[in-house]
């Protein structure tokens, strides 16, 4: 071994896979050709150019920390990092302290790292605020929450959002051949081997995430090594990659965008009437370890705002598989949550709960707190019956068929249409109903 191997190896001791493995350079980096591909915003930096400052906004694993290793290397500039989760206001200054002085005396620039920046509070943002207006530091925070929830206004308004994607199968599988094939950083001294069905395991289990694919695959060669002894190449098995991988993580943080993501897709699975998807999506909140109260409150919100009234047994299957739940809790809870998901998702549609409520509100903000008509008002006492309350009340049980044509509405109102029934389902039902009804208004009103 040369003394350039020997003094590699040393560095790389100890050192997990995933680390070792880093990109050194941009044309290193496999996936986000969206960023690093030709022409792209991030394909042609060098020595000198301006960055400004960047919100690196990704899931784990795509390449946040790499790039911002990336950015101060090929800039030549000082990279100071810090993580949110242990940092606070007192770390945050001495790191500007420290810019400016480099700044002042050397001409210098400082690029702030700051990983997970979600996780600062309000008050260490607002302290960073100033130092990159002012170009002290240019900041590069990293995160895998969507930025304008997790990043006070003003602290974002004045970075770039640059957005990372979860790396392709194609992407990991390329990792993965140059991780095994490599001898410097890599595995190649190991002589493993590995298929292409063991390989799409390995890149199933990483769901996206380069960091999880190396874990995984590292401790699969060791076990393929231990389990081949002296024989020349080792097969890296499927069971390898299995024990490795020890259940497959699910990328889902209940409090952060992939939340958001699987639950708006959720939502329009059921809409859009595709049960499979919509099963799809509710148990991959479940088994990522979702509170199932959550999607079945949900559940009771959809029936009313998708379904409606075009189907009225929707909202008795939503509370009814809140309650068996309740009753019954996991693992079998699952059943119901199932059942009343495909049957929202096969029932007919409509919104006019939620447009009905809608006009209502805009004229009762539009118009304030019109009075009641007198004649529906109350006439129990003496006064109220001498200020004409419930006098001139047509009581509809009186009528053929339970119904008097009345206008129930303000006086400044009479003839707002507020819910119109749609055509679907039971709800086209309702809408013949009210023409019959808006029939005999029209007559009366001809008289």
């Known amino acids: ?234 097969a890296i098995s499927t069971a390898h990659v299995a024990e490795a991988a020890q259940g497959k993580s699910l990328m889902y943080d209940k409090a952060g965008d992939e939340h958001y993501g699987v639950v708006s897709v959720f939502i329009k699975s059921m809409r859009g009437s595709d049960p499979d998807a919509a099963v799809y999506w509710m148990t991959r909140m479940i088994e990522a370890g979702e509170d199932p109260r959550f999607v079945l409150r949900r559940l009771v919100i959809f029936a009313s705002e998708d379904v409606g009234n075009a189907d009225p047994q929707a909202l008795v299957v939503a509370t009814a598989a809140l309650q068996a739940f309740e009753l019954v809790g996991l693992p079998e809870g699952v059943l119901p949550l199932t059942q009343a998901v495909t049957y929202l998702a096969l029932a007919p549609k409509s919104n006019r709960a939620l447009t009905a409520y809608a006009a209502a509100r805009k004229l009762v903000r539009d118009r304030g707190a019109l009075p009641v008509p007198a004649r529906y008002r109350p006439g129990s006492t003496a006064i109220d019956r001498s200020m004409g309350h419930g006098q001139g009340y047509k009581y509809p049980h009186d009528f053929a068929g339970h119904y008097v044509v009345e206008d129930y509405l303000p006086d400044a109102l009479v003839g707002e249409r507020i819910y119109e029934p749609a055509d679907s389902g039971f709800e086209k039902e309702l809408a013949e109903r009210r023409a019959v009804l808006d029939q005999q208004r029209a007559e009366r009103d001809e008289d």
């Open 1 to 234: 071994m040369d003394l350039f191997a020997r003094s590699a190896a040393k560095r790389h001791i100890g050192q997990p896979l995933a680390e070792r493995m880093r990109p050194r350079k941009i044309d290193e980096i496999v996936g986000q050709t969206h960023l690093v591909g030709p022409g792209r915003i991030l394909s042609d930096l060098g020595p000198g150019r301006t960055v400004p400052s960047l919100i690196l906004w990704g899931p784990p694993g795509t390449g946040k920390t790499t790039l911002a290793r990336l950015f101060g290397e090929i800039m030549k500039a000082e990279l100071v990092a810090l993580s949110a989760v242990d940092a606070g206001v007192k770390d945050v200054r001495e790191a500007v302290a420290k810019a400016g002085e480099r700044r002042d005396q050397f001409g210098a620039r400082t690029l702030l790292f700051i990983d997970e920046i979600h996780r600062f509070s309000k008050t260490q943002q607002d302290a960073l605020l100033p130092h990159v207006e002012a170009g002290t530091v240019t900041l590069i925070g990293a995160t895998t929450e969507n930025p304008s929830f997790g990043v006070v206004a003003a602290l974002l308004s004045r970075c770039r959002v640059v957005r990372l994607e979860a790396l392709s199968e194609d992407d990991l599988g390329q990792l993965a051949t140059r991780a095994l094939a490599e001898r410097e950083r890599g595995l190649a001294d190991l002589h493993v081997s590995i298929d292409d069905d063991t390989r799409a395991q390995l890149v199933a289990a990483a769901t996206g995430d380069a960091r999880r694919m190396y874990s995984i695959l590292e401790v699969a060669a060791d076990l393929a090594r231990r389990a081949a002894g002296d024989a020349p190449v080792a």
